[in-house]
Every structure is written in C-alpha cells, then in structure tokens.
T-cell receptor, first 111, second 115 residues
C-alpha cells in the first residue's frame, strides 16, 4: 500500500501527558498537511510543510503543539501537556498537484 | 479568504432516487474545488475535483458536480443512490496564497440512504 499512513491509529492518554503522532506521506509528495477533526465537524487546518520547511501554522496550533518534518519525508505532531479539549481525530494529508490524499487519522482521547 | 457553506447538515434519500448535496463557496481568486467522502471509521477519499477545466466534473462511483461561478456553487449529484453511498460528504475550496495552497473544508453533509 503506497498511501498515506499514520501511527498510532488510536491513542488514549491522561490529561497533562505528552503525545506524539507520526505521518508517512506518499513518497515524492513534497507537501504535507496536518488537520484536526472533531465530531460532527469538517477537518480544520493546523499546519503545512513544503519539504522540511513549515510554511504556515493556524492560530488553532497553540504553543503546546509542535510539528516537524526533519528530512522532508515523514512528519511528527507533538502535543505537550494534553488537555481534554485536544481530544479529536488528527489527520495527515500529502499533496500531488492540486489534490490532497489523506491518511486514516489518529484518534486521540484525553481523559 | 475562502469559506465553504454546506447548506444541509443531513440529507436522507431512498435507494434508487437522486442525490443532491449543496455547496456554496467564497473565494478571492479562481479556486479549485473538491468533494471528499468519509465513511465511518475510514479516511477521507477524494470523489472529484474542479481545477479550472470543464465545469461539469465526473467523479468516482457515479457522482458528478457542476461548477457555477455566477452562483458560487459546486453542488454534488448522483442519479441513483446506493446503500453504500451513506457517509459524510465534505466540500472543499482551495486557493493559492502567499504560503502555498490553502484548503478549507465545509462542515459536512451526512447522507443517509433508506432501503
């Protein structure tokens, strides 16, 4: 399977803990996006990479959130000191041409 | 700045009848428009896209959408609904800004298909 993969698929954590998610885009896709989707809503843009450069961050991305794409391939999204409001599905997408291809998402539950 | 309005949060149709999911957008420039489908516990799948070519766009699984600039609409249609079409559908508008390509999702329309 050469699609976008995300790991883990599910994460349950206690409030205050740190969590890290990984996204492996489709190879040769230079652009990589992170989104957050809460129940009953459409995905909301969080941040975007062109190769290893993080070009844009949403105001939704507080200081507790950090994303990296060190070698321009896979990306990680870290949430520090998680809060219950961080519970959501975190989606990764890579882009070819003008089209985004989405991974299955990581569902985070903060207790 | 772009925005997307999906006029119906929930649409219910009977199997075999037509489907119409409505989408209106606002965009400063010439946008690209997409429809994605999300089945329960599945990832988002691209149905079709408009990128300034033909205004009537054909997608997968018999879906079509027509770009109408004068109405700023990109409604999704299918002549005959199938049970497997039951899912959440998202309209997406995209345009290029100073940082690259920006994608904005609508709130989604949940399609139910009744037997």
């Amino acid at each position: 399977d050469t699609g976008v993969s995300q790991d883990p698929r599910h994460k349950i954590t206690k409030r205050g803990q740190n969590v890290t998610f990984r996204c492996d885009p489709i190879s040769e896709h230079n652009r990589l996006y992170w989104y957050r989707q809460t129940l009953g809503q459409g995905p909301e843009f969080l941040t975007y990479f062109q190769n290893e450069a993080q070009l844009e961050k949403s105001r939704l991305l507080s200081d507790r959130f950090s994303a990296e794409r060190p070698k321009g391939s896979f990306s990680t999204l870290e949430i520090q000191r998680t809060e219950q409001g961080d519970s959501a599905m975190y989606l990764c997408a890579s882009q070819s041409g003008e089209t985004q291809y989405f991974g299955p998402g990581t569902r985070l539950l903060v207790l | 700045a772009q925005s997307v309005t999906q006029l119906d949060s929930h649409v219910s149709v009977s199997e075999g009848t037509p489907v119409l999911l409505r989408c209106n957008y606002s965009s400063s420039y010439s946008p690209s428009l997409f429809w994605y489908v999300q089945h329960p516990n599945k990832g988002l799948q691209l149905l079709l896209k408009y990128t300034s070519a033909a205004t009537l766009v054909k997608g997968i699984n018999g879906f079509e959408a027509e770009f109408k600039k004068s109405e700023t609409s990109f409604h999704l249609t299918k002549p005959s609904a199938h049970m497997s079409d039951a899912a959440e559908y998202f309209c997406v508008v995209s345009e290029v800004d100073n940082y690259g390509q920006n994608f904005v999702f609508g709130p989604g329309t949940r399609l139910s298909v009744l037997p």
